[in-house]
């Protein structure tokens, strides 16, 4: 079934619902979910509505135009308009490390994650064969040890994403710093994860940090990425139960499975259109 | 703030929520929280919405007739609401454990739990001292060892609710089976919790059953009461882990902090009308 | 690092742990992990000891020896001697969907589970590309449409099995049933997944039985297969919260993600030979 | 049944397990439950050892010194030996916030912790008719309004602990900052529970630094208390998860059901004698 997704934040006020809600019912428009959600502290207004697109009876150009001008200018709402029928396109950067590259591969090609796959990025070869296997490209960008060689070789990326119009960048526990003009390219469109339960143990080698501090769980955490390093808007949480027991490399471990659900998560909410950002959060419907 | 709540289940059809929104709009309705649910395969529409009662333009009987006449009829719906100033009348029926009374007492005590308790009522003497501390009063009703002590202490117990004008009834952990009159006269009215992750190990010592068919996890089932004892519609259920270490009595200790927070789950859900039964299915939003 | 690992039981009595002890210290084994239960109602003590193999005085034929003579038999011990350099043999089974079959493989090929995988058998064609993909033989066994059809594939698996000397059968959602006889020639040694709460939901369809009763939580199961189907000793367990708005379909999707996760556990605590069983329980240490 | 506990810590050789376990067979000691722990890294053996004290053939001061000269002095070990007829006695500290408090009273009184409560004290009034009702003397010391108000309070907090003679402190949400003297002299023995994951959002208001930072799940951290606030070592954690939908008020909420879980299993594991602290690290059995 086709359907078409209206993400909505505006001001709140009276009658936002019921503006919407009228649109759809003078239009044919038969609402499947409908999510909403009211910040009282901000006073800001979001909603989330599905529609079956097939029995709609106004065609894509028009819907966005007379839903802008009768709906979304009088609320001053920021409007995205998706349509299930036209599936994200992503781009999936990863290093050495398959498992959450593996656990997104294994999803998708069961059919599980509505998204469109275009391509595999890494700065290490090992990949390929899995990728190619599923019939995924698989382009390997190495990091030349030249002076520049980092800045090239994003450069080199960010042509490849171009090349395939990716449209979300998913870093699969990608361990190369992005410049901050491609983070600001690309703006709640790259999901990182990292590997603990932010804000807690920032940085660098948050298991070591984690087994340093004697915690008794461990977490991790996907988010959109941003210039300041970890404190992106958080899209998904998660942790689990350690013990004394567990050292830096059982904590690894552990932290890997954490690691696939949470990223997996994270980006299904993207590419079934449950995010909207404000602020450095996150609404996930 | 004084609120009202809809609670709405209907027939599925298109413009059901455009209805609800106008109407509330149309008197100066301002919507706190608003959730739907639609059964896709009964074909049923759910809806609960809160709104600011103190803003509203009409009184309690004109705006429940009008909404009655203009929006629930044409739409076939049930219809329940219930206004915060006038909090749900809570009797609590516990037998020798503590645990599950005493967890809603402290809740109730600490302000936690808006409802209006009205009387605690037990076959043995024990809680007299902690509830009549709090506050609350203590029925001590035991069943006489005579042939129909048990038919004339459940009379009892049904003089004592009516006395004091109690709408839900709560079974903390008490340890008498209730007549079916008795369960038919409270429909949707008794919540019950049962020491197992339902439906496994319905019937006594669930602990036991559980420990000789060596599960790895136990769990709590709050539900309402119905005839057909543990089959009841499910309102919250909980697990935790455990392990071959653990026996019937550390699986009792491990179930009861189970039994105590599903249990308050559930009276919450209740008093704050988050629940629509269907069938022998709630919807709790 | 080579390690031994013994796993024991036996009566309970006085002396046990001075006894593996002094036997471990007189011949150089460095004790790295150990732990132990008694099971006070039936009087079992159970232990699973790890020390370090290398700098240990005797060889394999002469400790076992020795250790049956001097420790097991007096206290008359059952015991299993395992060594890390002798990898568990395994075989997988599966039918047409990839989850558990794909986890498994991204784990084993991570590095992760430590175990000699030797071959992969489907009554499908669909994972071949994978398996071989990664490494691993696939052997396509197809269920005739005869009337021994099935009889005769149970026959090849059977002979497959044999030609890689697989130890262990994991079913990773293998959707055939096996004959009695072929349980009973593998005791303990065929690990299945049941996508439910054991002993919730035996039996086929357990997410529509569990949509059918609105439970607020699913679970999965993985225990040894036993005659009794979904009566086998259970290692692990895991659960995850539904809501309403969950349908057959969901159900089914968050489903898969518990039966990967528990299989994945159940299987690593065989390969490293944790779990002892007795009667239809188990001791996971 | 009554009981002794060895709690043992030493450098890590070979032959500790051995002739702890020699000792105790040798003076009719039945090992009930024993648990060890080697830190790898540090180098660092932990054992706890619980045995039937009724049949051992020792009394306690002979046990203790023979214990100290043929087993803790040739290992260098560090031995704490406690009796299960020795209840540990406890003195729990409370503001005005009741959860903790009333969670910790509930239990006590069900006879679900084994610790000899002796007194409760408070800043505040409010829980004066809920201890005494339960039989637990209760000392009102208010900090008056005068320039060292607070330092004469905690001198009187500290009378009333050395009159009940306290081992252990319970700070049950004690809204007041202890003196580093005060800290300094109860070393390992104040439990106090922070309403956050530590490391993340120390200092005052978590919930509200954590609604500010959008995260999707809250938590509670028990520790003892040292002189460096929130930096203690942590002995349990928990987390729930949160959605955007929870303000800050709903956030304290949820975080009280984690903070009262949280504050009485450390308790728990205190009382029992399950926790060797090292470092600023805890080995919990």
Known sequence: MATAVLLLSCPDRRGIVAAVANFLVRHGGNVLHADQHV???????????????????????EFEAQFRSTVAEPFSMNV????????????ILASRQPHC????LMRWSAGELPMDLRVVISNHPDHAELCTGLGVPYRHL???????????????VREVLADHDVELVVLARYMQILSPTFIADHPNRIINIHHSFLPAFVGANPYRQAHDRGVKLIGATAHYATDDLDEGPIIDQETTRVTHRDDVARLTRAGRDL????????????VEHRILVYGRKTVVF
């Not at 308009?81 to 599936?87: F, G, H, I, N, T």
């Open 39 to 61: 910040d009282t502290v901000e006073g800001i207004f979001f909603q989330r509505v599905e529609f079956d697109w097939d029995g709609f009876s106004l065609e894509r150009a």
């Open 80 to 91: 995205a308009v998706r349509y299930s029928e036209d599936q994200v396109r992503v781009g």
């Open 101 to 104: 590259l593996g656990d997104l």
């Open 142 to 156: 190495p990091i030349e040890a030249e002076p520049d060689g980092k800045t090239r070789q994003e450069q080199q």
């Open 259 to 270: 690691e696939t659900t949470v990223l997996a998560r994270a980006v299904r909410a993207h």
